[in-house]
């Protein structure tokens, strides 16, 4: 093993740093570079600056396990999560794909017009969103401002991107601001992780803003036009070519109001996303088209009935619609209705208690407790517990699926999880932040896709019974300055099923040690350094064969901005700097390569 690889790129360079880090009395203060105003978490690495996945890749508590490079398939994983247990809600709306799950980082918006995210779960998922059965990374509208936007870039594998919009913003006389933007991007990276797995993605759209003292309305269109190799992609032997296209349109409104005695919120959201996806096999083309209808609304209100005692409130609604030749073609609609009283028992101790109740088409409807308690020890100090309840429904890919690699079932039984959660948050200064916490879990008739035996010659999709999951999740934030930010997470978990397949693909197969670092660090008003390294253990799985059960994933990225001319930065990232060859799913030999790549950004 080559020095680069026995201590990670991100280690060697931040103990040089540290050793060379200046007195802070020394710095010259004055602001942090711009570096193209990300409201989002950090897309150092990759430069295909639009996709959501890339930008949540150095989100504490979340998980990208991508099938190639991030901007092709992934999915997100939350304390240790399968795929199917989280993904994205916007405007408080959860984005699911009742089609297969795969696709829950999808959408078809660029990163920069979102605030920076949260990640949502037990009680807080259930007051702000329908929420996934584990968590939920929740995303909003950021505020429009005067803002025009170039960028583009090369890789060292051929790889290209541009992407370009435009935000402008009018003030009227009452003091009520208009904002219009557009977007446009478009990127093709050759080669992931076999020769023939290309990624081609464009993307479009416009969104309008109104704000004024009455609250904040936004009206967003997109589509997204993806093309990406899948060889050896969902359990399938790479011997074979796959390709897969997906199109997503989405149109987005909501409403957030700024009533202070009643704060409340209303959105609304249609969209189609259409699946094709074609494996060659020996005996001819194997193909399935799938098209997801998705109409989903909610609106919710705080009602603050008297000093201390409050009630939040929420009802949604959703229906989804598919359509597949290979699933059948479907329907099934969802309302859920959250009622949450809040009391504050003493100035230091509030209680919340509620319920949530759901209205599920062709299965049993469901009645999920609520309970938090959150207690200040001292002004610094914060300590919550809480238990929840969650459900979810099987995907119609779990139901009804048959291809070379995988076969569903139809006899599947919602799945139904219980959560406690126990921890503390100390901000020991302006500038650290620690937060620490332990969960359980326990998942009733847990979905997963295994093999039940070693000659099994594909995955299915069983109820593998109940599993238990304990963990504890550290996460602590540092700014040595204001221009040199640290943040580390260390997670660890162990999972317990009653009965455990021969190989579990998803639900099983989970990091039991899960480290990271970032560091984000402006040495001049033109120079900003990111680094961040990840470091996995995870679980033995006798189909992990190749590539080991640990993973060093280096990630680089430097950013020059020019002093004269201030509009235009210069950027230089590495994806798996130092080439890891961790495979991210069990049984299935898809390596993502180091990657190099440049970028210009120009603003004005």
């Not at 109001?257 to 969209?271: E, M």
């Amino acid at each position: 093993m080559g020095l680069m690889n026995k201590y990670p790129l991100t280690l060697v360079v931040s103990l040089a740093l540290w050793l060379n880090l200046p007195a802070q009395e020394q710095v010259t203060e004055g602001a942090p570079m711009r570096v193209s105003e990300r409201p989002l978490a950090s897309v150092q690495q990759v430069g295909q600056d639009v996709s959501i996945a890339t930008s949540l890749q150095s989100l504490p508590g979340v998980v990208i396990l991508s099938q190639g490079q991030a901007v092709g398939q992934s999915d997100i994983s939350i304390r240790g999560s399968s795929f199917s247990g989280a993904g994205l809600s916007i405007a408080g709306l959860s984005l699911r794909n009742a089609q297969t799950e795969h696709f829950h980082t999808e959408l078809p918006f660029p990163a920069w017009w979102l605030a920076q995210p949260e990640v949502l779960t037990g009680v807080s998922q259930a007051a702000q969103t329908e929420g996934h059965l584990m968590g939920t990374v929740s995303l909003s509208p950021l505020l429009i401002q005067n803002l025009n936007r170039v960028s583009g870039g090369v890789d060292n594998k051929s790889g290209y991107w541009v992407n370009g919009g435009s935000q402008q913003v009018r003030t009227g006389e009452n003091g009520v601001r208009t904002g219009v933007g557009v977007f446009a991007g478009h990127s093709e990276i050759p080669g992931v992780d076999f020769p023939d797995n290309d990624v081609k993605v464009s993307r479009g759209g416009a969104q309008v803003q109104h704000l004024s003292d009455r609250g904040q309305g936004d009206l967003w269109l997109g589509h997204q036009d993806k093309t990406f190799g899948a060889r050896g992609y969902y359990g399938v032997s790479d011997a074979f070519k796959a390709e897969e296209r997906t199109q997503d349109t989405m149109l987005l409104g909501s409403w957030q109001g700024r009533d202070p005695g009643r704060p409340y919120s209303a959105s609304i959201l249609l969209r189609q996303f259409d699946d094709d996806y074609k494996l060659w096999l020996p005996s001819g083309l194997f193909r399935n088209q799938h098209r997801t209808r998705t109409a989903a609304t909610q609106v919710s209100r705080l009602f603050l009935l008297q000093e201390g005692f409050r009630v939040q409130t929420r009802l949604a609604a959703d229906i989804e619609d598919i359509d597949s030749d290979n699933l059948g073609d479907f329907s099934r609609s969802r309302v859920a209705a959250t009622v949450m009283p809040q009391v504050d028992l003493t100035d230091s101790l509030t209680l919340s208690v509620g319920v949530r109740g759901e209205l599920l088409e062709g299965d049993s409807n469901q009645v999920l407790p609520l309970a938090r308690v959150d207690l200040t020890l001292r002004e610094d100090l914060v300590f919550h517990a809480e238990a929840s309840q969650s459900v979810r429904r099987p995907s119609y890919t779990e139901l009804n699926y048959e291809s070379p690699g995988s076969l569903g079932n139809s006899g599947l039984a919602i799945q139904e999880q219980s959560s406690f959660e126990g921890g503390l948050t100390w901000d020991a200064s302006t500038q650290t932040r620690l937060q620490a916490l332990v969960f359980q879990h326990r998942t009733k008739d847990t979905v997963d896709w295994i093999r039940p035996d070693e000659d099994a010659p594909r995955w299915l999709a069983e109820n593998i019974g109940d599993v238990d999951t304990l963990g504890t999740e550290v996460i602590l934030t540092h700014a040595f300055h204001p221009r040199f930010q640290v943040t580390t997470s260390y997670m660890w978990m162990d999972k317990d099923a009653d009965n455990p397949p021969y190989a579990s693909r998803y639900s099983l197969d989970y990091a039991k040690h899960f480290v990271r670092a970032q560091i984000d660090w402006t040495l001049q008003d033109w120079l900003r350094l990111e680094l961040s390294q990840w470091y996995r253990d995870q679980a033995d799985n006798p189909l992990r064969t190749e590539g080991g059960s640990e993973q060093w994933l280096s990630n680089v990225a430097v950013h020059i901005r020019c002093p004269k001319y201030s509009a235009i930065q210069f950027s230089l990232m590495a994806s798996n700097a130092t080439d890891d060859d961790y495979r991210i799913f069990p049984g299935q030999n898809t390596v993502t390569q180091r990657r190099v790549s440049a970028g210009v950004t120009v603003d004005w």
